[in-house]
């Protein structure tokens, strides 16, 4: 359950996917307001639509509120309608139940694009590998968070109310994406999945990989908690023609694909040295 | 959220449902096994569906597993499996977490019928109301375990392991069924609900409602639990020949839709009673 794609893809290219957000894992009240919580909840399941280069077309959400803490209720489900509204996924149903952590489920139901959803199986040795975002400041914000320190303010923005790259997964699939995946775990394990999937590995020009605000280069290769997409597609001019038309930024190509199975990071010297999917570990036990 | 009808009607007839199940709420441990809940999880979301006279596509979970006691993960996927396998659902994704309270929500999109979902507004006065099994069943075993005593043994197995009526919503859709809803609340609350979305009100015959093993009348009007079908269609007759046709059990028909807004018990001396939709208290707190 769970591994293989962003979405299940069903008949007629319905995607389907849940997503559990839990207290004291997932998140954390000290610096995180419930409506961020709601926010996150709906914005992390349509990151996985976007990995699939799929439209939303609607949510329902599961609520495990806690006794005595009332207020929170309305605050989370106004993140979640916020969400709903910004994002273009309107919230269709839902079940509100009492009990002893804070805890939401939303489901997501979604389109895949015309020429079907990209899973993470197709990358093919000669495709080039593109991140649609800087890296790393979700972790950063975090790092300075349990440090007691003050985060980049933009960082923190996006580790709070991360904004899913819906029409970036579609341009993607559009220029003809072979793999794709949302890098919530982070560059190292999520592209360690296409790598597994796809049967192939990954050569990175560590210089060439966008680092977030207030990120180190580490945070930019392992942090998680981003929710930029890393696709692999042959024709990065197709790419590029794309992302202009729609009025994108231009992702950033940050290596290539090789045969293997390995994920490895050019030297300066001009060697190689593998990058191990560490992945990211979750904020808090 | 959660109002109106038991799953959402998207665009195309697609049906989008999800159910919560959490510990100390929704199931107890003492009296039901890990199994138990993966299969309840499953089939409460099913009855969902079948409520709309439709057809389960695909289903995915989220759970929250409760750390040091993993026995418990292989055992509920077991149970969720099974009810996959033998409703004939798919479980298609999920996402699993470890947290401080064992909860499961399942979320499950199906097709709804020809014709169109069934919806709780439909019941107009004239129409008959039917139920297709008995009632009580539930509500009379879960109590008689609160006691300490042991409960009937085919109430039991209802309580822990109800099947949804699928192939009993889809035929009765295929009679003209105006107004459907599951019984997940009881009787009373639940058919309060179809008059207050129909605007009408219905008179019930008490001696027509069947009565589920080891259960009082008063559990089969105002019980839970039981997962039966709750059913409004204006030709008894159309009824009847599509459930023979399908080889189904006959639904009873216990009462009529009338105007107003109440549900009224008819009384030995010819005359009414209200029935308060006093619904149905979940069985720990």
Known sequence: ??????????????????????????????????????????????????????????AVCGVVLVAGRKGEADELLGGLMA????????????????????????????????????????ARPGDSVFVTGPLGGGRAALAALRRGEEPDPVALVRLQRPVPRLVEGRTAAAAGATAMIDLSDGLSSDLAHICRESGVGALLQPSAVPVGPGATVDEALAGGDDYELCFTAPDPVAVAEAFVAAGLHLPAPIGTVIAGGEVLLTTPGGGTWPLPPSGWEHPVE
Not at 44 to 52: G, T, Y
Not at 100 to 109: E, F, G, I, N, W
């Open 83 to 122: 969400a709903a509204t910004e994002l273009g996924c309107p919230l269709v149903g839902g079940d509100t139940v009492v009990g002893t952590a804070l805890t939401l489920t939303v489901s997501v139901v979604g389109d895949a694009p015309e020429g079907g959803a990209v899973l993470r199986s197709g």
């Open 1 to 58: 359950m769970g591994v293989g794609d962003d979405t299940a893809v069903l008949d007629g290219g319905l995607l389907f996917a849940t997503d559990v957000l839990t207290e004291g894992v997932h998140f954390d009240l000290r610096w995180s307001t419930p409506a961020d919580v709601g926010w996150k909840a709906l914005a992390v399941n349509l990151s996985d639509v976007a990995a699939m280069g799929g439209t939303p077309r609607a």
